[in-house]
């Protein structure tokens, strides 16, 4: 038994770290393969084994996921609004500190969840169906709030409905299979990728920076992380994205892209942990990765869930090591290319991409989302704004 989970664990780590390097393979992709091997699998090893290798898979992932995020602006929902603070910091030769940084942010995640989840187990089941009303009338207000703190309101507004629409009618497209892609590359990846073109942006000599980190802002920053990362983990419809577009408005030490950066990380596996967790704690799966655990395991123990959180801790451990190794090869890879030719490469392989896993007509949405994230990025307003792709539909879920 201890063999199979030491494979698992290995397997695991290796299958996270080959869908975070590629963006558009999702972990959820793997697990549900997985489901569909596991009746000549299960002849080999027990449930909780292949329990195992998603959770490492999906912890390693969380982590490796922010490298082609930051520099390659190829986001998924979990990273999208990486792009914007790690971009910046790419732009003046921090490319490296940004990966760090949201590594810091994961490992922490991690961390704390060992402290959050006794909690939550003794006090959550007599309060969660009473936060459930609450959700999209929190999300109003931190919505309104984002956009009153606009240079302009009122094009704040246009584009964060414009946003929501375009979210909406994306998400409830049929004919486009996983309609996330085109959407969160349109308006986080490739409006960035195509104004560095027309900008003829030049990218400087990355540098490997070691600069200390203020524990002061960051300690600053986790409450508001651990408020809205147990929101958006144990209430449907909410994601990383959401409890990191809620976070952001909690404390005003977030608004500093390095700040930014840790408090996206900690909220990455703090979420994908408390997912894990939510199938013990209120027996439903809150992601695509804990349906398949729950498919294996109906009914998770004590004993069960404490074996995950700490198959998540050796996992996230090696992950820090491999995500710090992953982002010093990219830092020197892209300090040796082209990056105006660069950018077109990846403008293309992008499309082609979004062809593949979305389909053909998965084009109307990358072009639409293209379009309106350049009209954000000229206009000034903020692109934490193209978050309405995700909150209104959520909003409207609560509500309708």
Excluded at 37 to 62: G, K, N, Q, R, W
Excluded at 329 to 349: A, E
């Amino acid at each position: 038994m201890i063999e199979q989970l030491i494979i698992a664990i290995f397997l695991g780590i290796l299958a996270g770290t080959l869908t975070g390097l590629a963006p558009g393979i999702h972990i959820n992709l793997v697990a549900a393969l997985l489901f569909v091997s596991s009746a000549t699998l299960l002849a080999f090893t027990s449930p909780i084994v292949l329990a195992c290798f998603i959770v490492s898979m999906a912890v390693v992932h969380s982590f490796i996921d922010f490298i082609p995020s930051i520099f390659l602006g190829a986001p998924e929902e979990s990273t999208a609004l990486s792009v914007l603070p790690g971009h910046k910091l790419l732009l003046q030769g921090k490319g490296y500190e940004a990966v760090k940084l949201t590594t810091i942010g994961c490992y922490i995640g991690i961390l704390l969840l060992f402290i959050l989840i006794p909690l939550f187990i003794i006090f959550l089941p007599g309060v969660y169906e009473t936060l459930s009303w609450l959700v999209p009338w929190f999300l109003i207000v931190a919505s309104v709030f984002l956009i009153i703190k606009e240079k302009n309101p009122f094009l704040g507004f246009i584009i964060f409905m414009f946003a929501g629409v375009l979210g909406i009618l994306s998400l409830n497209f049929y004919s486009i299979k996983e309609p996330l892609f085109p959407l969160l590359t349109g308006l986080f990846g490739t409006s960035t990728t195509l104004t560095s073109i027309s900008e003829k942006t030049k990218l400087p000599q990355q540098k490997i920076t070691y600069e200390k980190i203020k524990s002061k802002e960051i300690l600053s920053i986790l409450p508001s992380s651990i408020i809205s990362s147990s929101l958006c983990s144990f209430l449907p419809g909410l994601g990383s994205s959401q409890a990191a577009v809620l976070s952001s408005q909690m404390e005003k030490n977030s608004s500093k892209p390095e700040n930014f950066l840790v408090l996206l990380g900690t909220i990455s596996t703090l979420v994908l942990g408390l997912n894990f967790a939510a199938l013990y704690i209120i027996d439903k799966s809150r992601s695509g990765a804990g349906i398949i655990i729950q498919r294996f395991i109906p009914e998770i123990s004590s004993i069960q869930l404490w074996l995950l959180l700490a198959v998540m801790l050796v996992s996230g451990s090696i992950a820090v090591l491999l995500s710090l190794f992953f982002a010093r090869k990219f830092s020197v890879f892209i300090s040796k290319v082209n990056y105006r030719k660069m950018n077109v490469v990846i403008l293309l392989i992008l499309i082609i991409m979004s062809i593949f896993i979305s389909g053909w007509l998965s084009l109307l949405v990358l072009v639409t989302a293209t379009a309106l994230g350049i009209v954000a990025i000229n206009s000034g307003v903020r692109r934490i704004q193209l978050m309405g792709c995700l909150i209104i539909p959520v909003i409207m879920y609560f509500i309708f």
